[in-house]
């Protein structure tokens, strides 16, 4: 069944296999992370797929621009609730009800009107993965509330975050929990990751997380301003002595870049965590190395495109790894995870770019 096909169903009040419902539904919302899933073994697969949907289901919440913060606040709680509902069966359905008004022609949106077909799958999981995965979707889901929640306080029209560690800590609610869920799930997987092994990679677990998403906010931060919410810290706006415009005036550059830059050696430090995570993973658990290591690399080489760019200021032109990089990471990854000293080879010269490139602008700068 395709996604056309399983519109067509559910349109005409239809009901399809749960499972079916997700696997259909996952790579419509996340195409990327959809391929390197299903690179995971099968019962694995399927467990992260169903966690990141559930995940998923609150993060369009959260995102929604016609929800007042409230709503999305009660409903966010509301889902959680269901999370651990044996009468969950019940209860669904006036959840799903609430979310009836939103756009479906929204990939995401549909799988939040359709909640209980991710559900159905969630509560066929073995007891323990089901408390760890409640334990985490719900930390993420209270931690969107509590920033969903600030876009009443702001009174400019775009709300900003206060600083380096608020900007922080939203990321960890929103993926350092991921993180944390994954470990988890590998750690239900893998017999080769013993007790030791899993508090060393739970050390780290929230930095990969988190480095992943400082990345993808460094490089969409324009555009989140120009919808009306931005995750930048105000604090060191103004630090630089920017506003949310002059951020984007570019007889501010030089300032602009320096702001930029300064959240970009946070995410490297973070990913140089997720770096130490990855290679924390048994070589046995190989698949879950490869699922680990393509996201680190795309983002640190998304990283050192970003620094000192231009198009960190020009939506019509965002930073963005070419086709032919990603195929290389891939290809790399595939040839040598096994070898940690050829991962750490790749990572080291990429994240020296970023070094290169401080030195040359600021060359730059003095040279005029």
């Known amino acids: 069944m395709n996604y056309k096909s399983l519109r067509t169903l559910l349109a005409r009040g239809e009901t399809v296999a749960s499972k079916t419902f997700c696997e259909v539904v996952f790579p419509t919302i996340s195409r990327t992370f959809a391929i390197n899933v299903g690179k995971l073994p099968s019962r694995l697969s399927f467990q992260?797929?169903?966690?990141?949907?559930l995940c998923r289901i609150a993060d369009t919440i959260e995102d929604d621009f016609g929800l007042p913060p409230k709503t999305k606040a009660e409903l966010l709680h509301r889902f959680t609730l269901l999370l651990t509902d044996a009468e969950w069966h019940n209860h669904v359905v006036a959840f799903e009800a609430t979310c009836q008004g939103?756009?479906?022609?929204?990939?995401?949106?549909?799988?939040?009107?359709?909640?209980?077909?991710v559900l159905d799958c969630f509560f066929a999981f073995p007891p323990p993965v089901q408390q760890h995965i409640v334990h985490w979707v719900s930390e993420l889901s209270q931690g969107m509330a509590q920033y969903a929640l600030r876009k009443n306080e702001g009174i400019q029209d775009v709300t900003f975050l206060t600083s380096l560690d608020d900007?922080?800590?939203?990321?960890?609610?929103?993926?350092?929990t991921v993180g944390h869920l994954l470990t988890g799930l590998f750690r239900h997987f893998y017999p080769c990751i013993d007790e030791a092994c899993y508090q060393a990679l739970t050390d780290k677990a929230s930095s990969f997380g988190i480095g992943l998403q400082l990345t993808n906010i460094i490089k969409d931060s324009v555009i989140d301003y120009e919808r009306g919410w931005c995750y930048l810290p105000r604090e060191l706006l103004d630090k630089w002595q920017l506003s949310g415009k002059s951020l984007l005036d570019p007889r501010e550059r030089c300032a602009a870049q320096e702001f930029m830059y300064e959240i970009i050696v946070?995410?490297?430090?973070?990913l140089d965590d997720a770096m130490t995570y990855s290679l924390l993973l048994p070589k046995q658990a190989w698949k879950a190395r490869i699922f680990c290591f393509l996201p680190l690399f795309m983002a640190i080489k998304t990283l050192s495109q970003a620094a000192y760019s231009e198009?960190?200021?020009?939506?019509?032109?965002?930073?963005k790894i070419s086709r032919?990089?990603?195929?290389?990471i891939v290809l790399y990854t595939y040839l040598n995870n096994w070898c940690n000293a050829q991962m750490r080879r790749w990572y080291a010269h990429v994240s020296q770019l970023l070094d290169h490139k401080r030195k040359n602008y600021v060359k730059k700068i003095y040279a005029k």
């Open 48 to 53: 992260v797929l169903v966690s990141y949907l």
């Open 102 to 117: 939103m756009d479906n022609t929204r990939s995401d949106v549909l799988l939040l009107q359709h909640t209980h077909y």
């Open 167 to 176: 900007l922080e800590k939203y990321c960890y609610y929103v993926a350092g």
């Open 266 to 270: 946070r995410a490297r430090q973070h």
């Open 311 to 319: 198009r960190l200021f020009t939506p019509q032109n965002p930073v």
């Open 324 to 328: 032919s990089e990603v195929k290389h």
